[in-house]
C-alpha cells in the first residue's frame, strides 16, 4: 500500500540554524500539508500546498518558514532560523483532493529537536 | 473556531474491555469527522470517518457515530486487544483544502 515517507526521523540541531524536513507524499495526491506536535500537545496545521503554491497556512507559519515541492516527488519543509519552541513531532500529510471529506494520508513524523 | 477536544488519557483496560474514548467538537457549519490511530513509531493511520450527522463510521471494530445534537463523535470498541494499544486522535475537516483540527490525543493501554 502507498504511503507517505518523511526524512530524518529524528533531527537535532542548534538554535538559529537551518533545518529542511524532508517529505514524499503518495505518488498520485495532489494536496500536501505540514502539521506540528509539541510534546503533550495538540497536532497543529501549519500549511496546506496545492498547484505548487501555498493554498492556506496558520498563525504558526511565519516568515521563518517556507515550503516547496521542487521536484515531483519531494515535498520540503524548512524552518530558516530555529527557536527553542520549534521542538516538535512534524508531520507531513497528502490527500488526492481537498474537498473536507477526503482523508489526509500522514508520514510518521520527524522529530525535531532545537538545543 | 473550530476545535476538538478528547478525553485525557492514558486509558488503561484489560483485553477483551469495552472501550469509550469521549471527542466533543465545536465547529461551524457542517464538518466532516476523523478518527486517526498511531501505533508506535508509525504515522497517523485513518481508522474511521464520518461526513454527515447521523452516519456510523466503523473498521477493525471500532465505531463512532457522528451526533449533531451533542456535538460528540466518540470512539468505541465492544472487546479490545493488546494490539489496539496506540494513541488516537480525534479531528474534524472543513471546507476545501482540508485543514485537519485535531484533539491532544488519547494514549490506551491494553494488558493481556
Known amino acids: 500500500e502507498p504511503e507517505v515517507t518523511q526524512t530524518p526521523s529524528h533531527q537535532v540541531t542548534q538554535m538559529g540554524q537551518e533545518v529542511i524536513l524532508r517529505c514524499v507524499p503518495i505518488?498520485?495526491?495532489?494536496?500536501f500539508y505540514w502539521y506540528r506536535q509539541i510534546l503533550g500537545q495538540k497536532v497543529e496545521f501549519l500549511v496546506s500546498?496545492?498547484?505548487?503554491?501555498?493554498?492556506?497556512k496558520s498563525e504558526i507559519f511565519d516568515d521563518q518558514f517556507s515550503v516547496e515541492r521542487p521536484d515531483g516527488s519531494n515535498f520540503t519543509l524548512k524552518i530558516r532560523s530555529t527557536k527553542l519552541e520549534d521542538s516538535a513531532m512534524y508531520f507531513c500529510?497528502?490527500?488526492?483532493?481537498?474537498?473536507?471529506?477526503?482523508?489526509?494520508?500522514f508520514g510518521p513524523g520527524t522529530r525535531l529537536t532545537v538545543t | 473556531g473550530n476545535s476538538v477536544t478528547q478525553m485525557e488519557g492514558p486509558v488503561t483496560l484489560s483485553e477483551e474491555a469495552f472501550l469509550t474514548i469521549n471527542c466533543t467538537y465545536t465547529a461551524t457549519g457542517y464538518p466532516s469527522l476523523f478518527w486517526y490511530v498511531q501505533y508506535p513509531g508509525e504515522g497517523l493511520q485513518l481508522l474511521l470517518k464520518?461526513?454527515?450527522?447521523?452516519d456510523k463510521g466503523s473498521n477493525k471494530g471500532f465505531e463512532a457515530t457522528y451526533r449533531k445534537e451533542t456535538t460528540s463523535f466518540h470512539l468505541e470498541k465492544g472487546s479490545v486487544q493488546v494490539s489496539d494499544s496506540a494513541v488516537y486522535f480525534c479531528?474534524?475537516?472543513?471546507?476545501?483544502?482540508?485543514?485537519?483540527?485535531f484533539g491532544s490525543g488519547t494514549k490506551l493501554n491494553v494488558k493481556p
Open positions: 500529510a497528502s490527500s488526492i483532493s481537498g474537498g473536507d471529506s477526503y482523508e489526509q494520508y
Open positions: 464520518a461526513t454527515k450527522a447521523d
Open positions: 505518488s498520485n495526491h495532489l494536496y
Open positions: 500546498f496545492y498547484n505548487n503554491e501555498i493554498s492556506e
Open positions: 479531528a474534524l475537516s472543513k471546507y476545501n483544502f482540508n485543514k485537519f483540527y
